[in-house]
T-cell receptor, first 111, second 113 residues
Framework: SQQGEEDPQALSIQEGENATMNCSYK?????LQWYRQNSGRGLVHLILIRSNEREKHSGRLRVTLDTSKKSSSLLITASRAADTASYFCATDAEGNNRLAFGKGNQVVVIP | DAGVIQSPRHEVTEMGQEVTLRCKLISGHNSLFWYRQTMMRGLELLIY????????DSGMPEDRFSAKMPNASFSTLKIQPSEPRDSAVYFC???????????FGSGTRLTVV
């Protein structure tokens, strides 16, 4: 089954820097979503990008989608210590509301 | 709305005991998903429901696991008998149908000793 795979697995940056993480998937999709998980908590939906969209913004988040390469990137600009979390991409196959999650990127923002 | 509510937050039980995890959906959501998260395997979809009907339970590890959705707002995941390898964090999530994202509960951390 399709599954998002994030790259890199772990990222450590200074507060104020930008953080970029990538996700690849294997089959055609209806949409791709990014989630954040703080330690000991549930996942929180950040942003959804549909297969016919190439870029989407939400606050300090910027997501791109390249369906020809089956990949997506999540950029967090001007990072803050509160952005420290694991970030997951998840794909929704066409016509199916079932999400397959990647293994996650751990991001540590050093104050 | 209080969001997706799971109970208990933590459960420690002895091997062989029955464990029941509970989930209350967000009002109006009609899709319900149970996931299990471990360090080794990440997030695994166990089962999901649409309009109270189980659609795909292929992720349920074995017959010891069962899930029910007796009404539109509530679901249970039962493990009987429990084993140490069932130790994990179990999440439920709910959504509107198609392309609106999931809302996750805070999870139940299960430890089977």
């Amino acid at each position: 089954s399709q599954q998002g795979e994030e790259d890199p697995q772990a990222l450590s940056i200074q507060e104020g820097e930008n953080a970029t993480m990538n996700c690849s998937y294997k089959t055609s999709i209806n949409n791709l979503q990014w989630y954040r998980q703080n330690s000991g908590r549930g996942l929180v939906h950040l942003i959804l990008i549909r297969s016919n969209e190439r870029e989407k913004h939400s606050g300090r988040l910027r997501v791109t989608l390249d369906t020809s390469k089956k990949s997506s990137s999540l950029l967090i600009t001007a990072s803050r210590a509160a952005d420290t979390a694991s970030y997951f991409c998840a794909t929704d196959a066409e016509g199916n509301n079932r999400l397959a999650f990647g293994k996650g990127n751990q991001v540590v923002v050093i104050p | 709305d209080a969001g997706v509510i799971q109970s208990p937050r933590h459960e420690v039980t002895e091997m062989g005991q029955e464990v029941t995890l509970r989930c209350k959906l967000i009002s109006g959501h009609n899709s319900l998903f149970w996931y299990r998260q471990t360090m080794m395997r990440g997030l695994e979809l166990l089962i999901y429901f649409n309009n109270n009907v189980p659609i795909d339970d292929s992720g349920m590890p074995e017959d010891r696991f069962s899930a029910k959705m007796p009404n539109a707002s509530f679901s249970t995941l039962k493990i009987q008998p429990s084993e140490p390898r069932d130790s994990a964090v179990y999440f439920c999530a709910s959504s509107f149908p198609f392309a609106y994202g999931y809302t996750f509960g805070s999870g139940t951390r299960l430890t089977v000793v």
